[in-house]
């Protein structure tokens, strides 16, 4: 059965070729171009595009490695100078790439999958765990659009990540830890989650015993893990930033991976803390205005543009820092990681650690994209199989994330395809969850449901109803606003409930209690 979910997955990719793509096509394409056209120490200076490498050196060679296939299907995409540069064999070519290299993707699902613990044994094939969550990963509504419709690697990147994963509950530390590292040098948002696998490797491998409570013993402390997993870390980030080092070049890298010119929200705003903060700061500006509190001609213009700019001055609030989103990430993250070191509950303790990394970083990061949602949803696919509880929260989360991410296809071709594999795949979690969990309470309570429905009317005043109106001449960006803004309410509910969850837990795993 699994080979049949990961080939009809494959089939409905293939489908989605002719589908609309995002300017992240063209960006992925120069990329091609400048590794494969420039020598090395030109690709991070390389500026003819607006679209500069701003990825890590890992990725950059992934990029150079497919360029020398792609010279088959067009030279001319490999050309730097050929901006904004189409063709049928180019389109085929980009799209094949990430159809393919999701191969990894597929063997990290199967890897998972052999984790699950099996005591719920079922004897319909539908209702085993295993089952549910290969599909809740290989057919995931928001990678299939965000990859294989907007067009990017992400399938690849989280099958990196999953196998780390994967690889730590079968306790192969050493393998997880470099699967991990070379992940960071791939795609660098990834070290959001890396408190999680630096405490978790900690606790568990370089300590190698607890004592009867589940305290840590602090005797067993081995210089040995500590040392290998140092050279890990250390091997791979001088095979990957080394040549730049060489070169006299790593700050310019650096500058490039972390563009902090850029506002606090993306142009579109990401349903996080800070799209409920805009909101706010605007709802105040114009009950300012209307109230002659303030004055319309000091107001900045940004400040009224429905944050479809990238700088972004508050009004009313305080303007944010990169520094002052650091500290709000830091603060946010440290609950889950002290949970994970004096509450140790094993590889569950490890991903519910991980995806409250991922959801703190995603609430309150500098210039977050709406896509880094599935950095959490992800992971929770595989809390959501173990617990009612967590299939609760999961669904929550998957639902109101992957509804988030509805504006980034915004042409009409696509909004069939879009509301068809979204109610699919959001039918199929609930129908399944809610099989797997039947002896226990309702995985919604009342409130929790009624908000999820309210996204079927929110949905049709954003595609149907608004257009029509006079309001969208004046305020194009008002079905944006609401989408961010009412899905943040979802998320950072969520997050709230998971960390409670987290933290009013008991320690139950005693591990290599001696």
Not at 160 to 177: D, F, H, P, T
Request: charged share 15%; with cysteine; glycine share 4%.
């Amino acid at each position: 059965w699994f080979r049949a979910l990961a080939l009809g997955v494959s089939f409905l990719k293939c489908l989605l070729i002719p589908a609309y793509y995002s300017t992240d096509f063209e960006v992925h394409r120069n990329w091609l171009a400048i590794t494969h056209s420039l020598p090395l120490s030109q690709w991070y200076y390389e500026a003819t595009s607006e679209w500069t490498l701003d990825y890590p050196p890992f990725f950059a060679w992934f990029e150079y490695a497919l360029s020398h296939i792609a010279k088959y299907f067009d030279p001319q995409m490999l050309v730097v100078e050929n901006l904004n540069y189409t063709s049928r064999a180019t389109i085929f070519f980009q799209r094949l790439s990430v159809i393919l290299t999701d191969t990894l993707f597929i063997y990290a699902v199967h890897e998972c999958c052999r984790c699950v613990n099996g005591k719920r044994a079922a004897k319909d094939i539908l209702e085993k765990p295993t089952f549910i969550l290969a599909v809740l990963l290989l057919w995931n509504f928001g990678l299939l659009i965000v990859d294989h419709i907007h067009f990017q690697y992400n399938g690849f990147l989280s099958g990196l990540m999953l196998l780390s994963v994967a690889r730590l509950c079968q306790k192969r530390y050493l393998e997880g830890a470099l699967l991990f590292a070379v992940l960071l040098h791939f795609k660098h948002i990834y070290i959001y989650v890396a408190p999680a696998y630096g405490i978790y490797l900690l606790r568990s491998y370089c300590f190698t015993a607890n004592n009867a409570d589940g305290s840590l013993k602090w005797r067993s402390f081995s210089f040995l893990h500590v040392t290998l997993l140092g050279l890990i870390v250390c091997l791979v980030s001088a095979l990957s930033l080394g040549p730049f080092l060489v070169l006299g070049q790593l700050p310019q890298v650096i500058s490039r991976l972390f563009p902090f010119k850029r506002g606090l929200c993306h142009a579109y705003w990401a349903p996080n803390f800070w799209a409920l903060y805009n909101a706010v700061d605007k709802a105040l500006t114009i009950l300012g205005l209307k109230c002659n509190f303030l004055d319309s001609t000091k107001i900045p213009k940004a400040s009224m543009t429905g944050g479809l700019v990238q700088e972004f001055q508050h009004t009313v609030l305080p303007s944010v820092t990169p520094l002052a989103t650091l500290i709000c990430t830091f603060i946010a993250i440290l609950p889950s990681v002290f949970c994970l070191w004096f509450k140790p509950q094993g590889p569950r303790g490890f991903l519910q650690c991980l995806v409250l990394c991922a959801l703190s970083s995603f609430m309150f990061g500098w210039h977050v994209h709406e896509k880094a949602i599935l950095l959490a949803i992800l992971p929770l696919s595989l809390l959501s199989i173990q617990r009612a509880k967590d299939a609760g929260i999961y669904l929550i989360l998957a639902t109101t994330g992957h509804f988030s991410l509805f504006p980034l296809l915004f042409t009409p071709p696509e909004l069939p395809i879009k509301i068809l594999l979204m109610l699919l795949f959001t039918v199929y979690s609930f129908s399944s969850l809610k099989s797997l969990f039947r002896r226990e309470k309702p995985l919604l309570n009342w409130i929790e449901t009624i908000y999820l429905i309210q996204l079927v009317p929110l949905e049709i005043f954003c595609e149907i109803i608004f257009p029509l109106t006079p309001w969208k001449r004046h305020f194009p960006f008002v079905p944006l606003l609401l989408t961010s803004v009412y899905c943040a309410l979802g998320i950072t509910y969520a997050w709230l409930k998971l960390y409670i969850s987290v933290l009013t837990e008991r320690t139950s795993v005693r591990q290599k209690a001696e």
